[in-house]
């Protein structure tokens, strides 16, 4: 038992109870919000420096490695951005910011933790951590009525997803007495293809799916994604999927690799599916929140074809997909925040003009819509191409097909958002101010879809680092 190992994460709780405690004394909310950067940057420091360890802890429960680090970075620097973003949300929309950055270090605590598990029990306590956290963040406009009925809808829905996940692991610790990953994979290679063990495999998938949206466990993402607080949205979009495909990986290549065959053939369906119904529904919309949820749906179906082409080594494409998409996502998010910060509208139709009001706003919002597109060089291009050339590697070249066809059905409504902020002719003439700290976020995130793109060979070795201890 080497309780050094937990250092960041302890770190962060401290973080957590600290921020509580100096919101009790401290009238200034912002330097709060800046206390907590600066706490996450600590943490994040702690965590770079476990990197290259490939250790365990607490009989297996817990293990330090380039896998857990990749992800750890990713949850806290999403985190970051998101603190960032909400300190001008919050003087308008929230009230209780201390309590919000606290709750949201705790949904990361759980996140890390979820990164790190190599035990059922430990996944679940880390999962529910993160989850309970999520409930109340989605909830936290208290006397918006659309703030609550997205926390309820999640919270309720999200019990069902847990309770399918628990019975799936349930049934796996009956069929092998273990809830170790690494003994579990063992135990059950002798019980592959016994309907029993597919019953519990795919109970795990089931409720794992809700946490990254993929359909038809999505129905939760775009009320949630419209009612719940903006930077709360952008945390969900990119966090909390990162986290459930994290334990998805961890589970697949370690506890379920005999069973191969048998998740890669509901992972290709489900990604057929996700994808598809997450582009098609997206094009209706007229609330940009709303949209992006969607989009936050097709966005899983395209992960979901790396999980089916994971037996070609396709662990590494979906890494550098998230590390792109996270960046590009916040950055969309902080414009998002922006706008509605001074508009008080999230409807497509007053983006009208919004070149002329704004240009700086429209440029970086526009800018990472085109990266979600996947126009080249940018991140999103590289984070799709990695993952739809692993497809082709696996001979899965109908999915590849596939999901080229859905990014092209993408491109109609992410660009009806640039349409209308560049062609349309302004609804309001007056210009639309964007607070330092909301532009810094978008500063940086749009400095980083750019990164990604242009120094995509360091990233994927990075990447491949870390998924090596999948293998």
Same mark, same amino acid.
């Not at 880390?126 to 989605?138: F, K, M, N, P, Q």
């Not at 993408?410 to 609804?427: G, H």
């Not at 700290?437 to 990164?451: D, E, H, N, P, R």
């Given at each position: ?134 409930? +109340?963040? @989605? ?6 009525? *659309? =703030? &609550?009925? #997205?926390? /309820?809808?999640? %919270?309720?829905?999200? !019990? ?71 930077? +709360?949205? @952008? ?6 999927? *990162? =986290? &459930?495909? #994290?334990? /998805?990986?961890? %589970?697949?290549?370690? !506890? ?81 925040? *922006?706008?509605?910060? #001074? ?129």
């Amino acid at each position: 038992m080497n309780l050094a190992l937990l250092n960041p994460e302890i770190a962060l709780v401290v973080l957590a109870l600290f921020v509580f405690a100096l919101d009790l004394v401290w009238s200034n909310k912002r330097g709060i919000g800046y206390v907590t950067i600066a706490g996450l940057a600590g943490v994040a420091a702690l965590v770079a420096g476990q990197f290259g360890l490939n250790t365990t802890s607490f009989s297996g429960a817990l293990i330090v490695d380039n896998f857990a680090v990749f992800f750890n970075l990713l949850f806290l620097g999403a985190a970051a951005l998101v603190v960032l973003a909400a300190l001008q949300y919050g003087e308008q929309f929230l009230h209780w910011r201390g309590e919000f950055y606290g709750v949201l270090l705790f949904a990361t605590f759980g996140m890390m933790f979820m990164a790190s598990s190599g035990d059922l029990i430990a996944i679940y306590v880390a999962l529910e951590t993160a989850s309970i956290s999520l409930y +109340v963040l @989605a909830g936290f406009r208290k006397h918006d009525p *659309a =703030s &609550g009925e #997205a926390a /309820l809808k999640y %919270l309720l829905l999200g !019990a069902l997803a847990s309770a399918v996940l628990l019975y799936g692991m349930a049934l796996l610790y009956g069929l092998t007495g273990s809830t170790n990953l690494a003994a579990i994979g063992q135990q059950i290679a002798g019980q592959a293809g016994q309907p029993v063990t597919l019953l519990a495999m795919t109970l795990v998938i089931c409720g794992l799916g809700f946490k990254v949206a993929a359909v038809p466990f999505q129905m939760w993402a775009p009320d949630v994604y419209q009612g719940a607080p903006t930077p +709360v949205t @952008a945390f969900l979009s990119v966090a909390s999927k *990162a =986290s &459930g495909f #994290a334990v /998805l990986l961890r %589970l697949t290549t370690s !506890a379920l690799g005999p069973l191969q065959s048998d998740w890669q053939a509901i992972f290709t369906a489900l990604a057929v599916v996700t994808m598809t119904v997450g582009n098609l529904a997206a094009i209706p919309q007229h609330n940009i929140k709303r949209l992006m949820g969607y989009s936050s749906i097709a966005m899983a179906g395209y992960l979901l074809v790396g999980m089916a082409a994971l037996a070609a080594g396709g662990a590494p494409s979906i890494l550098l997909f998230l590390a792109a998409y996270t960046v590009t996502n916040l950055g969309a998010f902080a414009a998002i925040i *922006a706008f509605s910060n #001074a508009t008080g509208s999230d409807e497509i139709d007053d983006y009208s003009g919004l070149a002329s009001r704004s240009p700086l706003l429209a440029l970086g919002f526009g800018f990472c819509l085109f990266s979600l597109i996947g126009i080249p060089p940018l991140a999103g291009f590289f984070g799709k191409f990695y993952v739809f050339a692993e497809a082709v590697n696996r001979g899965l070249i109908w999915l590849a097909v596939v999901a080229l066809l859905n990014s092209a059905v993408s491109v109609f409504y992410y660009l009806r958002v640039v349409k209308v902020m560049y062609l349309n002719p302004a609804r309001d003439t007056s210009p639309v101010n964007v607070p330092p700290s909301l532009a810094v976020a978008l500063a940086v995130t749009a400095i980083g879809v750019v990164v990604v793109g242009v120094g995509i060979g360091p990233i994927m070795d990075t990447a491949v680092a870390a998924a090596q201890v999948l293998r």
